[in-house]
């Protein structure tokens, strides 16, 4: 008896070398099968009568091909032409340059056709796609009448993915003979009015929807409910992973005893923005809660995240225990630590600094300190996560740009502590949808706006021939004790010519901005190197520092407000974000300068040149680049959706997250019998996220 999870082998017109054929696109079972959609969809809903193709129009056309042959030209193309013949006439196609196609069709054969009609010695159409319908012994007696009917109804033809030995007309064929059988066994996992309400099809219906489609809309339709359904089964996955871990023992219990977090307050040299207090709110009541926070801050550069982690810090310290602030590279490290230094000199609390640099015995003192108890909060890198390290009793650790430290890191961290508390940080600002997909698993808080008073970034599209008047720019600047980023992008194919291009531009600028001191830093250059001069231009000693994107993430340097970036085509949107984020953090105006000579691409740098939001930028960078790019934003990799467009389908991301977290609170494990299907599915797809509803 066929099954759903019967191998495809099972299945009639299936041998072992088609079945090997499929399981290069990924098809084992017969339910594979049915997962495997149409790459896209030919839609040759209304068919010409050939003998009405009028010169001009675009037409779909079906007939049985007649004749056909290669004709070479005088110039030597090649071209490869059929003559087809329904009902009402005969007209012929002719396909310049793709002489191959004489190996591909056959007298006898229903090809359907679509393009333009042209005129060449009376009419002729030039198909811009053609679709062999039937082979010449598929057709019985000449009759093509259950091709095209009558009434010129077409179809709608899917379009599968192939491979070798296995053409996307075979596919079809076969998809097409086993539907009907296959689509019997599906058992829709999700109750009738739980469907209605998200209304989408029933899973029988999306998949005949997907691959027999009356219209293209309605294939639509049956792929939004896949991809519903592949939201839904992340979405649980994730929010049981909360559950579970939240159950986690807990260790550090806090009150709100408002003796640090209250003298803060009160020694800040600013007020708080509404965003940076909603967020202290929501970490308060995380920390005060019986659960374990897991908490996510998101901002822009330059929204003040900092601030809001030292609260959280302080919290823990008021309560007895240690915080732990890990930081990706020793420069960013040394300025945190330099930040809560001056914020925390008033309240008699002294942050720890915990680098790689320090001579050996410094870091035993520190760590002999934070054992011992005598340090309370410590920033750092990676030294942090070392065996030697350890502490009296950590409660809280945060992770600055988060997405920089792989999962075994943060992991080695919070080992450190009893289940402390956790709050990320992270400077890429995502779309909801897409945070609550990649990040579900964790609580959100958003700071979507910048302190008062800062100036917004002045934002303009140059070309190279502007460049005198750049260069006179940076100098007016730096003479008057501002200072400059000129950042060249290397890009990995061409990175030795690119890096000699950043090399020679830094002697260019030293030239001609003589006697203004020029660094450089770039990729290749050793830690220690680089470190040396971001320094020195921290500390202005440097007035221009060209740099390739390793200042990415970087430094905070007030006195830069001139970012000039070459090449800016050659950066994604979210990435230029990122770049220019790095001026206007002092109370200067500043400046941000994308050159570029590509025309194309300067409409779209104008387009940002007019947005300021991050969040905005990183949903327009996620229209253009897709999910592939920004899923590297989580290590754990892992978010293979086939089905959903995290962009178009936000709708369904938020409603699979809503049912999601229902169904859980309804039977946290998804034990009952009305789950079996659904559990079988998630079991399918995420090998390793099923292990999460086995855990009591
Ligand atoms: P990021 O979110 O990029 O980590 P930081 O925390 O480094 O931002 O803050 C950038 C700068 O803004 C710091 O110098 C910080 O002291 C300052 N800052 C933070 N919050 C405010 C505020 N509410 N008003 C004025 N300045 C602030
Ligand atoms: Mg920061």
Not at 488 to 496: A, L, N, Q, T
């Amino acid at each position: 008896m066929l099954r759903l999870d019967s191998p495809v082998q099972y299945l009639k017109g299936v041998g072992p070398a088609r079945a090997a054929a499929l399981a290069r696109l990924g098809v084992g079972t017969a339910e594979d099968l049915l997962y495997h959609l149409p790459r896209r969809y030919l839609d040759a809903t209304t068919v010409t009568p050939i003998a009405r193709a009028a010169l001009g129009a675009e037409v779909t056309l079906v007939g049985r091909v007649v004749s056909k042959g290669v004709l070479p030209t005088r110039r030597g193309l090649r071209i490869f032409r059929a003559v087809l013949q329904d009902d009402s006439g005969v007209i012929e196609c002719a396909w310049p340059g793709q002489a191959f196609l004489d190996r591909v069709i056959e007298p006898g054969q229903i090809l359907l056709v679509t393009g333009p009609v042209k005129h060449f010695h009376g009419r002729q159409v030039v198909p811009r796609e053609q679709v062999v319908l039937a082979d010449a012994d598929e057709v019985r007696g000449g009759d093509n009448a259950g091709w095209v009917s009558a009434a010129g109804q077409g179809l709608v033809l899917p379009v599968y993915p192939a491979t070798e030995g296995l053409s996307h007309r075979q596919i079809r064929r076969l998809i097409a003979d086993h539907l009907d059988e296959l689509v019997a066994l599906v058992r829709d996992p999700l109750p009738a009015e739980e469907r209605r309400a998200v209304s989408v099809l029933s899973l029988r219906e999306a998949f005949l929807a997907v691959h027999r489609p009356p219209d293209v809309a309605h294939a639509e339709d049956g792929r939004r409910r896949l991809a519903f359904d592949e939201l839904l089964d992340l979405q649980l996955v994730v929010a049981r992973a909360r559950l579970v871990a939240e159950r986690a023992p807990r260790g550090a219990t806090f009150t709100l005893k408002k003796e640090l977090t209250t003298a803060l307050k009160h020694a800040l040299p600013f007020e708080l923005t509404r965003g940076q207090k909603r967020a202290i709110r929501e970490i308060t009541r995380d920390m005060t809660s019986d659960r374990r926070m897991h908490r996510l801050l998101m901002g822009d550069v330059g929204t003040g995240k900092t601030v809001v982690a030292l609260f959280a810090m302080l919290l823990a310290v008021e309560n007895g225990y240690q915080a732990v602030f890990m930081a990706p590279t020793e420069l960013l490290a040394e300025q945190h630590a330099r930040t809560l230094a001056q914020l925390l000199a008033p309240l008699g609390v002294v942050p720890e600094l915990l680098v790689g640099r320090l001579s050996a015995r410094e870091k035993a003192a520190v760590r002999r300190r934070l054992r011992e108890g005598g340090a309370r909060i410590v920033v750092g890198t990676h030294a942090l996560i070392e065996e030697t390290t350890a502490f009296e009793r950590l409660g809280l650790v945060v992770i600055d740009e988060q997405h920089r430290f792989g999962v075994e890191q943060r992991a080695a961290l919070m080992e450190k502590g009893k289940a402390p508390d956790v709050l990320l940080l992270s400077a890429t600002p995502i779309p909801r949808t897409l945070a609550l997909t990649l990040y579900g698993d964790l609580d959100i808080s958003a700071l979507t706006e910048r302190p008062r008073g800062r100036l917004p970034v002045v934002t303009g599209v140059r070309g190279s021939a502007d460049r005198e008047q750049i260069y006179r720019f940076i100098r007016e600047r730096c003479l008057s004790g501002g200072q400059a980023y000129v950042v060249y992008p290397v890009i990995e194919e061409s990175e030795r010519v690119d890096l000699r291009a950043a090399a020679t531009m830094a002697g260019e600028l030293e030239r001609r901005l003589a006697p203004l001191p020029v660094g450089l830093v770039h990729g290749k250059m050793k830690a220690e190197e680089r470190d040396r001069v971001m320094r020195a231009f921290r500390d202005g000693e440097l007035s221009v520092l060209v740099a390739t994107t390793v200042i990415e993430v970087g430094i905070d340097v007030p006195a830069a407000t001139v970012m000039v970036i070459e090449h800016a085509e050659r950066f994604g949107l979210a990435q230029l974000h990122q770049l220019r984020g790095r001026v206007g953090r002092g109370s200067e105006a500043s400046h941000c300068i994308l050159i570029s000579d590509d025309p194309a691409a300067r409409r779209r740098l104008k387009r940002f040149a007019r947005l300021a939001d991050g969040f905005k930028i990183a949903e327009l960078d996620l229209q253009e680049r897709g999910m592939g790019e920004l899923a590297g934003v989580r290590q754990s990799g892992g978010l293979a959706l086939r089905f959903a467009n995290l962009v178009t389908d936000a709708d369904l991301v938020l409603a699979a997250r809503r049912l999601a977290l229902r169904l859980l609170e309804r039977d946290p494990q998804l034990a009952s019998a009305e789950f079996g299907e659904l559990r079988r599915r998630i079991e399918r797809r995420y090998q390793r996220g099923i292990e999460l509803f086995r855990v009591g």
